[in-house]
Structures are given as structure tokens and as C-alpha cells.
């Protein structure tokens, strides 16, 4: 009986271990039909207290931005209390709503990108879709319940508002915008002998820059007179290759997250990286560090950067990394990213969004949606453009009187009015008609990194023209694909719900049989070692 | 003739190879010291100058204090506050592993129960299970008990270990049955004959284990940074992350970190100059052991 009993003890608490292992969180998605449109009244009795979790760039001002936000929004809703978690980059913020999203700790609202969403969207029902709830007269953008001059539907830049949809709905609301730049220094181009376009094309930006890597008898180079120069660096290879490849009309992906990067445009566009990196014109972010520092300190001539990352850039720039006795006076220029077509510019449109989580009550919902309209209102929206070179996302704010008078007073200081910023931030605003998202799906983050991974790749190993052919081609391919997993995530939104349905893969099943196999073997063999023994003590 | 022209070679070669041993072993030495050395070089660089540098340099001419300042001086992050929360976040886990794993210990080597072989053979069979595995149940549970940002959050998930109980288990097996069966004709009880008699002998082990669980608890990251996002109660470790993307505008700034990794460097140091003798022997013992 003791024996059974023990038996008994040491299976259950082997189960106990096994079935530590959670589930993912699943619940029903937020809807808000009709019904709950004329019937749903928000309980201003009863206390909220909603998490925000956002990304600042350790700028005080940013946070101070956010504070006063939360604070002009308490004063609004006493019964709403807003604590801010403060993250210093978007990976992390992503890293720790997957990690809290099993647990049930994800915040209420969230700064976030869309290929985010995708994934945390694998959680079903944990994202609030705002369709409805946008268009709600009364708790909707500036329905009438809502206790602030809050921004209309059809205020939000359309094209900003569309990127926000995934799988057909709109799961975020953007909350700034910016593109990529080219920032150039002007003097050590016209110094070669160049003009700077309006429009740069990829041919040109390489060959200034092959032609800037002539040295004098000392080993300086001519255009500088340092010892280092790179005259060409990128920050974002990722966002390098799919706009190269969106101007070149290549594939990249479909919205059905058909892989379609490996591509001929892709192979060549490599193979220019290659030879000139191998020439010593070109390099990365990953392998040298910030441009804007080389930039800054007159040895590289093209940095392309964010247009948020503004305030880094030039001589003069209120943010500089580097020690002012390494900066270098010269003349900033900011342009559009180098084009494959000078006529139709295509630019990578990029900046956060914000959403909304669904913690399983409606009421917590409305008090999450009613902070996230009040993040695009004029007062936040114009204030956080202009601490870098981001602009608001609506075109009440973007007309505003302050906000027009901000950009007219381009260069009055090296601090609010720095004039590179303003010059990066009117760059998106003239361009938004040709700014582009990639297609976003279950896997797209994963697939931009690999877009970026291409790049890196060859930069690692740079080879020259002629040593760069199709089978070394391949072979960076197939690293990449296998590196990222590209050939798992070529599955439609369908294809990934009907998997999620369909039992186990056979691989799976054997290695959980061959586990919990092993766990009874084991057990076996201590039982009858037990019973060996007391058979062997008996006279 | 002839001896003195082979004693002469033979002292050449054996001199040969002296320089040759010391060669490497300075070689080593220099290899395993030069990350320390780049530490500290960091950590008096300005947030400018490093960053300037484009092929960063070996030495400084202008070393500055500027990051131990900032470190300490921070708003955002509270090192001294970290600085004692590690304290006693290393001192109360050590303390409660040592009282479990003695008892366990004692349990398994000295008290007669059933089952006692197959229930340690379970214990054995979870050293299998590799602790990054656990710390996804452990962070579910600590969340479902509503622990995070606590101490006992933080502690609770180690203040068993495995291992320990076994390598003492081990040691407390050697001591004699005899002891055992005199002390219990004086009418000893089993937990004054541990005090008294177990615990005295196997003493060098479980300094050990005290030494090399307190290097786990003041090194200890993942956890720390899974459970806590509340300042108050950062560890160093957390801290120290925390101050590299806090303090470099958007980018992290290593000189500061750098700082902050020195000052959490001295007491190990500290503690390993005092305890150096038991360090060394334990590391030792632990590896033939483990």
C-alpha cells in the first residue's frame, strides 16, 4: 500500500512538473458593435489605473513630454491613473510585451510598430482592433463623451493610418512619423568636383565616393586630410535593401508573406555593396558605429540615417556623441535617400504607433483609448515632433499655427530650431505621397532583419566586382534563409491559423513520447532496483 | 670535458624553457587581464572622447572622473540603492540555501525514510533540467503570486539548489556511523548532533557553497531583470544595463557603464583577496565534486 502510495506521490508530482507549461493567452477579441456603441457608459466612479509602456531616447525632454501628457490627461480623468514605463529601444519594449503577454502583465497601451503587432496578434484577442471603436460617436476620435479637443478620423493622415491595419483591421493609431535621409557634407563633395542633385541617385552617391578615397603621399586623404575616412555609411541596412528594392520594383514580399527577396535586383544590389566596401567606400553602422559621429567629425561625406536621428547630425547639432575639439565645421545638406528612379522617389516611412491591449475588460479598454486619442492631441503631438526630426502624424497638427511657425523659424537656433532637424522633418512632410511600409505578417520582422543580414553579410566579407559571383551569391542566400527561418514564415495569415488547429507534427509527437518514455523508464528501473533490494534482504 | 658541455646545454635548455613557460604565462596573463584593463580605460574616458574615437585607443591622456559622477549622481538610476538591495538580496538567499540545503542534506545522508534513494534520484534528475528551462515556470509562478518587484520574488527561486544538497550530501556521508550511534547513546538529537558534530567537520564545504552562492546571487542577471522593473528594487546587475541606455541619449553609453561595472567589481575583488585561501579550495573541491 506504502509502495503504491509513494508511486502514486512521485507520478503526481511528475505530472505537477509537466504541467508547468502555460498555454498561450487566449481570449475573445474586444468588439464593439452597435449595441455596445448605444448602451456602454464609462464608469467615471470607479478608478483605472493603466499602464503605458514607451520608448524615449533617454531624451529628458521626451520624458518630461510624456509626464506632462499624463498629467493634462489625469487632470481630465481623475478617475484614470497613468503609470509610464520608460524604455530606451523598441526591441525591448517587444521583447517584454511577449514575454508578459502569457502572464497577463502586458501594459494597456502601447508604443509599437505593426510588424510587432503581427506577432503579438499569434495571443489571440490580446489587441484591441479599433475600427469601430474610431468611429464610435460618442467614445470614438472626438466623439462627444470625450473631455479634450481630441483629433477626428478623418485628421489623421490617411497614409499613416493605413499602415496601422494588419490582417484587415486597424490594431494602432500612428503617433509619429519620419523617413530615412540622406545628410551630406556639402563642402568635401563640391571639394571633389561635384554638385549635389536634388534627388541623389545610387550611382552617384558611389561614385563620389570611390573618387574620395584618393590619398596624398602621406597616406591622408586628399578630400579631408585625415587618416579615416568612410565616405559612404548607412545606419539601417535593413532599411538599405527594401528600399533599394521597392525603387528597383523587385520582389521583397507579398502581403500573403510570400518570400520574394532572392531576387537578381538583390544579387546585383549586393554585389555593388561588396566591391565597394572592398574599395573602402562603404560601411555600416555594425561595423563602425554611429555615422553621424563619422559624419560629424568630417570623415564620411554621405551618412544616411533616420530623419528622427536629425539632432545628431552636423557640425552644430544640439546632440552630438563626439567631443567638440573632433567636430569639423562644414555645411550640412539633407536629402531624400539615394533613388534608383530620380522621378519617382520611393522613401521607407517608419516611426512609432500606438495600441491598445485587451485585458478582458471593456471598461479598461474605453479608459486605454481615451489616453491613446489624448496622445495625438496638438499639445503632444507638435511638442514631441520637435524634439527630433519627427513630424505629427495628424493635419490638425501639422497646420497648426505653432507648428508652422516652428518649421519657419528653420535655423533661428542649434537647439529647438536646429536647422538640419527642421530640414529633415519638411523632407517627410513634402515626400509623404512617396513613402511606402512593407507588407506585415507573422514573420515580417524576422524578414527585414534578414533583408538587413544580406548587407551585413557581404560587408563582413567584402570582395571586389569580379569575385563576386553567383554561386557566392547563393551561398550568402542560403545562410541568410536558413539563418532567419525564411522558408517557415512563407505561410498566408490562413495557413497559420489552420496549423495552429491541426495536431502536433509528427517530429514533435515522437520527441514528447521519447521524453515522457524516458521519465517511465527511469521510474521503472527505480522501482524494481527497490524491489531487487528488499528480495535480496530476505533470508 | 664532455659533462660540463651537457650540463651547460641542459642548463640552457631548461633556462629556454622557463622563458619560454613565462613568455605564456604573460602572454596569458595578459590576455585574461586586458578586458579589466579596458574596463577601467573606459570607464575614464569622457562620453565624448569615446565616442570620437574611430579606432579606439589603448591609453588617455585626459582621463576624467566624469562617468563615476554621473553614476552617482543619477536621478534615473540609483546605484548605492542597487548597491544594497544586492547586499541583501545575496545575503538573505545565501543564508535560506544554507539552512535548506544543510537540512536536505542532512535529510538524505543521516535520517532513514522510504523512498529516500528514489526521491534523491528525482533530485538528481532535475541537475538534467537546464535552469534557463525553469526560469519560464518560475517567472509564471512568481507572476501568478503576485511577487515581482519583490525580495521575495527575487529570492524565493534560489534558494534551492540542487547540486549543493548533493555535494553535501556527499561530505556528510563520509562522516562515520559511529559518531552518529555515540552521540545518540548520550542522548544527543538529531539536530544538536548536526550543530555539534556535522556541521563543524564538513565546515570547508559549506563555506563553499556560502562563497560560491553569494558570487551567484551578486552575479546573477536574467532573473533579477525578468522579475523587476521597478527601480526600487534593481539589482547591480540590472542597473548597470539600465545606466547604458538611460544615460547615452538614445545610444548606450559605455563609459558610464564601464563605471558602473568598476564599482560593482571592487567588493568581488574585496571578497576574493580576504577569502582567497577558501575560494580557491572550494572551486576546487566543487569541481571535483560536481
Not at chain 2, 569615446?50 to 549622481?73: C, D, H, Q, R, V
Amino acid at each position: 500500500m506504502k509502495k503504491l502510495f509513494s508511486l502514486g506521490l512521485i507520478l503526481a508530482l511528475l505530472l505537477a512538473l509537466f504541467s508547468g507549461c502555460h498555454g498561450p493567452t487566449k481570449r475573445d477579441e474586444f468588439t464593439w458593435d452597435s449595441e455596445h456603441s448605444t448602451n456602454f457608459q464609462f464608469d467615471t466612479s470607479r478608478n483605472f489605473e493603466i499602464s503605458f509602456w514607451a520608448k524615449n531616447d533617454s531624451n529628458s525632454t521626451q520624458i518630461a513630454i510624456y509626464n506632462k501628457a499624463i498629467s493634462d490627461f489625469e487632470a481630465l480623468y481623475p478617475n484614470i491613473k497613468v503609470n509610464l514605463k520608460s524604455y530606451g529601444n523598441y526591441g525591448e519594449i517587444y521583447q517584454d510585451v511577449i514575454t508578459n503577454l502569457k502572464t497577463n502583465t502586458i501594459p494597456n497601451v502601447c508604443i509599437t510598430y505593426p510588424d510587432h503587432i503581427a506577432t503579438y496578434l499569434s495571443s489571440n484577442g490580446v489587441v484591441v482592433p479599433l475600427d469601430e471603436l474610431m468611429v464610435d460617436p460618442r467614445y470614438g476620435l472626438g466623439g462627444s463623451e470625450v473631455r479634450f479637443d481630441g483629433v477626428k478620423k478623418d485628421e489623421i493622415i490617411s497614409k499613416y493610418l493605413d499602415e496601422c491595419t494588419v490582417f484587415g483591421k486597424c490594431y494602432a493609431l500612428p503617433y509619429m512619423r519620419s523617413t530615412e535621409a540622406c545628410y551630406i557634407n556639402k563642402d568635401m563633395v563640391e571639394k571633389l568636383g561635384y554638385t549635389v542633385p536634388d534627388v541623389l541617385t545610387w550611382d552617384f552617391v558611389w561614385e563620389v565616393s570611390q573618387a574620395a578615397m584618393a590619398k596624398d603621399s602621406n597616406g591622408y586623404f586628399k578630400v579631408n586630410g585625415q587618416k579615416t575616412l568612410i565616405p559612404f555609411m548607412y545606419k539601417s541596412t535593413d532599411n538599405m535593401m527594401i528600399q533599394y528594392l521597392q525603387q528597383a520594383n523587385a520582389g521583397y514580399a507579398t502581403e500573403y508573406a510570400k518570400i520574394k527577396i532572392f531576387n537578381s535586383a538583390t544579387k546585383e544590389f549586393l554585389k555593388t555593396i561588396s566591391h565597394n566596401t572592398a574599395l573602402g567606400d562603404f560601411s555600416t553602422f555594425k561595423w563602425d558605429g554611429y555615422p553621424g559621429n563619422l559624419f560629424n567629425a568630417g570623415q564620411c561625406i554621405f551618412a544616411i540615417d533616420s530623419t528622427a536621428g536629425a539632432t545628431w547630425m552636423g557640425s552644430h547639432s544640439p546632440l552630438s556623441d563626439i567631443d567638440s575639439s573632433s567636430i569639423v565645421e562644414f555645411e550640412t545638406l539633407v536629402r531624400p535617400v539615394p533613388q534608383v528612379d530620380v522621378n519617382n522617389p520611393k522613401m521607407i516611412s517608419q516611426g512609432p504607433s500606438v495600441c491598445v491591449f485587451n485585458k478582458g475588460d471593456d471598461q479598461e479598454v474605453v479608459a486605454s483609448w481615451l489616453f491613446t486619442q489624448f496622445l495625438l492631441t496638438n499639445d503632444v503631438q507638435i511638442s514631441y515632433a520637435q524634439t527630433e526630426g519627427y513630424v505629427p502624424v495628424t493635419h490638425k497638427a501639422e497646420k497648426s499655427d505653432r507648428y508652422q511657425a516652428y518649421l519657419a523659424n528653420e535655423g533661428k537656433d542649434n537647439d529647438l530650431y536646429y536647422d538640419v532637424k527642421i530640414q529633415a522633418s519638411k523632407l517627410l512632410i513634402n515626400n509623404v505621397d512617396n513613402t511606402f511600409v512593407t507588407p506585415v505578417f507573422n514573420g515580417s520582422a524576422s524578414l527585414r532583419n534578414a533583408a538587413g543580414a544580406l548587407i551585413e553579410e557581404v560587408v563582413k566579407k567584402p570582395r571586389l566586382k569580379d569575385q563576386f559571383d553567383d554561386a557566392y551569391a547563393q551561398t550568402v542566400f542560403d545562410k541568410i534563409m536558413q539563418q532567419y527561418k525564411l522558408d517557415q514564415i512563407d505561410l498566408t495569415r490562413a495557413d497559420l491559423e489552420r496549423e495552429a488547429r491541426e495536431p502536433l507534427p509528427t517530429t514533435s509527437l515522437i520527441l514528447i513520447i521519447a521524453l515522457v518514455g524516458t521519465w517511465i523508464v527511469l521510474l521503472i528501473l527505480s522501482v524494481s532496483h527497490v524491489f531487487v533490494k528488499k528480495r535480496q534482504r530476505k533470508p | 670535458m664532455n659533462y660540463e658541455k651537457l650540463e651547460r646545454g641542459s642548463r640552457v635548455r631548461s633556462r629556454l624553457l622557463k622563458v619560454l613557460a613565462y613568455a605564456l604565462l604573460i602572454f596569458w596573463a595578459l590576455a585574461v587581464l586586458f578586458p579589466f584593463y579596458w574596463m577601467i580605460l573606459t570607464s575614464v574616458k569622457s562620453y565624448g572622447a569615446y565616442y570620437a574615437e574611430f579606432t579606439p585607443k589603448i591609453f588617455t591622456l585626459s582621463p576624467t572622473f566624469e562617468n563615476y559622477e554621473k553614476i552617482f549622481s543619477s536621478q534615473e538610476i540609483d546605484l548605492m540603492g542597487s548597491f544594497f538591495n544586492t547586499v541583501i538580496f545575496s545575503l538573505l538567499t545565501t543564508a535560506i540555501m544554507l539552512v535548506v540545503t544543510v537540512l536536505a542534506a542532512f535529510g538524505f545522508a543521516r535520517l532513514k525514510f522510504k523512498g529516500k534513494d528514489l526521491v534523491f534520484t528525482l533530485f538528481l534528475a532535475l541537475m538534467m533540467i537546464p535552469s534557463e528551462l525553469v526560469i519560464i515556470t518560475n517567472f509564471y509562478t512568481i507572476t501568478d503570486m503576485e511577487l515581482r518587484n519583490t525580495f521575495a520574488g527575487l529570492i524565493l527561486p534560489s534558494i534551492t539548489s540542487v547540486f549543493y544538497i548533493y555535494l553535501l550530501r556527499e561530505n556528510f556521508a563520509q562522516i562515520p556511523d559511529q559518531l552518529y550511534y555515540a552521540a545518540k547513546v548520550d542522548g544527543t538529537s538529531d539536530l544538536k548532533y548536526l550543530f555539534r558534530v556535522m556541521i563543524p567537520i564538513c565546515r570547508p564545504t559549506i563555506v563553499t557553497i556560502t562563497i560560491l552562492k553569494v558570487i551567484e546571487c551578486w552575479n546573477s542577471y536574467m532573473w533579477p531583470r525578468l522579475i523587476t522593473d521597478n527601480k526600487d528594487y534593481y539589482l547591480l546587475s540590472v542597473s548597470i544595463q539600465k545606466i547604458g541606455d538611460t544615460f547615452g541619449r538614445g545610444r548606450s553609453d559605455d563609459p558610464s557603464m564601464m563605471a558602473a561595472v568598476v564599482v560593482v567589481c571592487v567588493p568581488l575583488v574585496v571578497l576574493f583577496m580576504v577569502f582567497r585561501k577558501q575560494i580557491m579550495s572550494g572551486v576546487a573541491r566543487g569541481g571535483m565534486k560536481g
